[in-house]
């Protein structure tokens, strides 16, 4: 069974800053691309980063390009994503996951962490 446990999200003003985390306990962590998703009210659950085991980057969403940045820490098991310059579309649940090679989520979700920005 995988467990995903999201957090580091809250309230931030637009341009501010945000780095959300997320362990995951996953056997194959070591070798599977992880990335992040994100769910705004209303709307469908959009992909928004992605990364492979071994830090390359390979695609990230287009929407976010330039002012989020994910990382990973594999020892801890972790996959990061640092968000700068904030806007208010950027207010959403926020999900990782594993990755599929069609940048699809692998497993169940997670509880998500909410992000929430204001003007």
């Known amino acids: 069974q995988v467990h995903l446990v999201e957090s580091g999200g809250g309230l931030v003003q637009a341009g501010g800053s945000l780095r959300l985390s997320c362990t995951v306990s996953?056997?194959?962590?070591?070798?599977?691309?992880l990335g992040w998703f994100r769910q705004a009210t209303g709307k469908e659950r959009e992909f928004v980063a992605g990364?492979?085991?071994?830090?390359?980057?390979?695609y990230s969403g287009d929407s976010v390009k330039g002012r989020f940045t994910i990382s990973r820490n594999n020892s801890r098991k972790t996959v990061y994503l640092q968000m700068t310059n904030l806007k208010l579309e950027d207010t959403a649940v926020y999900y990782c996951?594993?990755?599929?090679?069609?940048?699809?989520?692998?497993?169940?979700w997670g509880q998500g962490t909410q992000v929430t920005v204001s003007s």
């Open positions: 996951n594993a990755l599929t090679t069609t940048k699809q989520p692998k497993y169940n």
């Open positions: 996953l056997r194959t962590y070591k070798t599977s691309a």
């Open positions: 990364l492979t085991w071994s830090g390359d980057n390979l």
